[in-house]
């Protein structure tokens, strides 16, 4: 009698959970999955280049421009623009800024890296405003990765550094040749 008794207690027990399901194993459905945002953003630091390493791309006593205008282009794999952004530098000559609106339509060939460039667009010292090709910025500087990611609880950017990049002097005094 007790062991009948055993066997229907337990028998009782597996088959509550089938009677009785736990809320929690449903999913609310109309409850969206929160989507992680990840933003492309692209930063470096504009500079002056000294009279002395005027031709070459060496920055050794440069100094940074504050108010630097750069820009960022993408093209497609297609080569179409599929991007452009201009952006002014701090007062410390760094700039910073968000590729709003970038996308992505090729995963290799639309990647940030091998798409996205930042040229220089104008600087506001009348004295330090002619273009140079330092670090290709007047054709381009590519992006490079360097590891930094910014990360919150909804929100992730990749942070891809450019340059530096540098304009050069309107006059440089002639150099003697001995």
């Not at 820009?71 to 297609?78: E, G, L, Q």
């Not at 040229?119 to 090709?133: G, M």
Request: glycine letters at 6%.
């Amino acid at each position: 009698m007790a062991r009948t008794q055993l066997i229907i207690f337990i028998s009782s027990l597996l088959i509550l959970p089938l009677v009785f399901p736990s809320t929690a194993a449903y999913k609310d459905v109309s409850e969206k999955p929160v989507e992680k945002k990840v933003d492309v953003v692209v930063e470096g630091v504009v500079y002056c280049q000294s009279c002395e390493r005027f031709g070459t791309w060496s920055l050794t006593g440069a100094k940074t421009i504050p108010s630097a205008k750069v820009s960022v282009i993408c093209k497609s794999h297609k080569g179409q623009v599929s991007f452009y952004k201009a952006l002014e530098a701090d007062k410390t000559g760094y700039f910073y800024g968000e590729l709003d609106g970038f996308t992505i339509s090729h995963a290799l060939l639309d990647h940030p890296l091998q798409s996205c460039k930042v040229k220089l667009v104008s600087s506001p010292d009348e004295n330090c405003s002619l273009l140079s090709n330092v670090n290709y910025g007047m054709y381009g500087a590519p992006l490079r990765f360097e590891n930094k990611r910014l990360m919150g609880s909804n929100y992730e950017a990749v942070v891809y550094s450019a340059g530096p990049l540098a304009f050069r002097p309107n006059h440089c005094p002639p150099t003697p040749h001995y």
